[in-house]
């Protein structure tokens, strides 16, 4: 990290302070103050805890909000590890921009700004139409089967453009973001960087992705195999392990996670591909999985391991493999109810209800 390249990242990482403790007893005063048995909310209760405890106030916010999807191609896409060919990255993104995908639907719902980043995608869309930033570190990665996906550089590249978009959201008064992925392919160096930093085998952490089975299945447990044995990337060395078998928005998502925690902005994690940008920044710096929210656990079996290394516990469990950011803008709805309650109910005094006995 010579240079100008890797400047923005060393400052970020070196800005992000641990989660306190300072703020929980009055927090947790707070909530059992509300007229409800103390705990009797559940985890919503541990949510509003954590946000008040993230945003360092005994009043957190979940407004105004920010989804951002960060884009970029895989190489390994053209190894027949994905149901669907490469050019669909590029065709999702323009869906995005009319505001026909998932995403855009669940963001609408939830009152959030999308954003879609192309960090790497193969296709030039021009002067670029509101609602995409470009980024663009190279047109795709090389496949992880036979090389690197990146060189060095390009991995802080990545990084940087994430950290740059998300101070872009904390310069708008951004009190809430959920990171997504799009990228054909992008479960495969998910899968590889799982592998990495939990030390757990290829067919452990290799799922189906978009669809495939059989033989097809077998092909891309065999890619990430190849992938590992090819490049022998080093969970000690987390920019080294994403230039090795990573993605271009892998690593831009893991930096917006590093600039969100240096501004104590909570982020909620979406799914396989969002929490591999987790592990990245998190081995970065261990102190950036305080601000980091698992919205949910996707049907991807290498999901599992990846939340559990990083000692997250996802709020929702709805067989969700879309990617997109789609479970982190469902979980938006949990933070503002959490958020609410805190905010809204009525005490015990000021009501003139009875509290408990003894």
Not at 233 to 256: N, S, T
Not at 268 to 289: K, N, Q
Not at 324 to 342: D, F, I, K, P, Q
């Amino acid at each position: 990290m010579s240079g100008a390249a890797g400047e923005s990242l060393a400052r970020t990482v070196a800005g992000v302070e641990a989660v306190g403790d300072a703020l929980a007893p009055a927090l947790k005063a707070r909530l059992d103050s509300l007229t409800k048995p103390p705990g009797s909310l559940g985890r919503l209760e541990a949510l509003a805890l954590a946000l008040g405890r993230m945003q360092d106030t005994v009043k957190p916010r979940a407004t105004p909000r920010a989804v951002l999807v960060f884009a970029a191609d895989h190489g390994v896409a053209l190894d027949g590890v994905s149901a669907y060919p490469r050019e669909v990255t590029a065709q999702m993104v323009l869906n995005f921009l009319r505001g026909g995908a998932a995403v855009n639907v669940l963001a609408r719902q939830a009152d959030a700004r999308l954003t879609v980043v192309d960090v790497g995608v193969d296709h030039d869309f021009g002067e670029p139409p509101p609602g995409l930033v470009i980024a663009k570190v190279r047109r795709g990665t090389d496949s992880i089967v036979r090389g690197p996906a990146m060189t060095r550089d390009e991995a802080v590249r990545a990084l940087e453009a994430g950290i740059r978009v998300a101070e872009g959201c904390v310069a708008d008064g951004v009190a809430l973001i959920a990171a997504g992925d799009m990228g054909i392919g992008n479960t495969t160096p998910s899968a590889a960087l799982t592998a990495c930093f939990t030390g757990r085998p290829a067919a452990e952490v290799t799922g189906p992705g978009t669809g495939v089975a059989g033989e097809a299945l077998a092909r891309k447990v065999a890619a990430v195999e190849r992938a590992l044995a090819a490049n022998r990337p080093d969970p000690a060395d987390p920019v080294g392990a994403l230039a090795a078998v990573g993605g271009l928005e892998i690593g831009a998502i893991a930096g917006a996670m590093l600039a969100a925690a240096r501004h104590r902005v909570p982020v909620l994690v979406d799914g396989f591909i969002s929490t591999a940008g987790a592990l990245v920044a998190c081995a970065l710096c261990p102190a950036a999985a305080g601000y980091l929210i698992a919205a949910h656990r996707s049907a991807e079996p290498g999901h599992r391991a990846a939340l559990a290394h990083l000692g997250l516990v996802p709020l929702l469990e709805l067989d969700l493999r879309l990617g997109e950011g789609t479970g982190a803008v469902l979980a938006m709805h949990l933070a503002e109810a959490a958020v609410r309650v805190l905010d809204e109910m009525a005490t015990f005094a000021a009501a003139g209800v009875s509290e408990r006995d003894g």
